[in-house]
Nanobody, 110 residues
Framework: VRLQASGGGFVQAGGSLRLSCVAF????????MGWYRQAPGRQRELVAT???????GYVDSVRGRFTISRDNAKNTVYLQMNNVKVEDTAVYYC?????WGQGTLVTVSS
């Protein structure tokens, strides 16, 4: 399984950004897709997950601001990031079960 993430970039605090991640190959079913992030000098943390049936979960720091969704027909998971904060600056990684994609950098300026 190969995961290809996109959508990172620069955004001002309070703005929005949408990350996408497409999974290629033989996708395990069922599966859990999600997003991790790693900020400079900090440990990698789980941001959000979503099951094949659509059950989602979030770390407290993003709940109410970020929304994870998926399109199973397209093997794609999204992370809609609203009202972003400087502390959301990090490299974001998508995952599908035990598979990891390359990171996409999100930089939030004040």
């Amino acid at each position: 399984v190969r995961l290809q993430a996109s959508g990172g970039g620069f955004v001002q605090a309070g703005g929005s950004l949408r990350l996408s991640c497409v999974a290629f190959g033989t996708i395990p079913s069922p599966n859990i897709m999600g997003w991790y992030r790693q900020a400079p000098g900090r440990q990698r943390e789980l941001v959000a997950t979503i099951t094949s049936s659509g059950n989602d979960g979030y770390v407290d720091s993003v709940r109410g601001r970020f929304t994870i969704s998926r399109d199973n027909a397209k093997n794609t998971v999204y992370l809609q990031m609203n009202n972003v904060k400087v502390e959301d600056t990090a490299v974001y990684y998508c995952v599908c079960n035990e598979y990891w994609g390359q990171g996409t950098l999100v930089t939030v300026s004040s």
